[in-house]
């Protein structure tokens, strides 16, 4: 594993050390660790939804265009709801 020295400004040292304090983490370089890891699942978890999402609007473009009035839609939904107790 490769090795890497990071300097930070005061505000974040002291963010770091407050964080330390709380004892979820090791030292600095797990806390950062931590920080990568998470960031990392969250890009993935990005990549994920906006490829659902760009499915989602392709399927939708595909199926064409409605003449349901989406004023009428809602309507329909509503009495839908009403008529199943809801």
Request: charged share 35%; no cysteine; aromatic share 6%.
């Amino acid at each position: 594993m490769g090795e890497m020295n990071f300097t930070f400004p005061p505000d974040l040292e002291n963010w770091i050390e407050t964080r330390l304090a709380e004892g979820r983490h090791a030292d600095a370089a797990d806390y950062v660790r931590d920080l990568i890891r998470r960031d990392q699942d969250s890009a993935l978890r990005w990549e994920e939804d906006t490829a659902k999402l760009r499915s989602a609007i392709e399927a939708g473009e595909a199926s064409g265009v409605s003449d349901v009035n989406a004023l009428d839609l809602i309507d329909r939904l509503i009495s839908q709801r009403q008529t199943a107790g809801g």
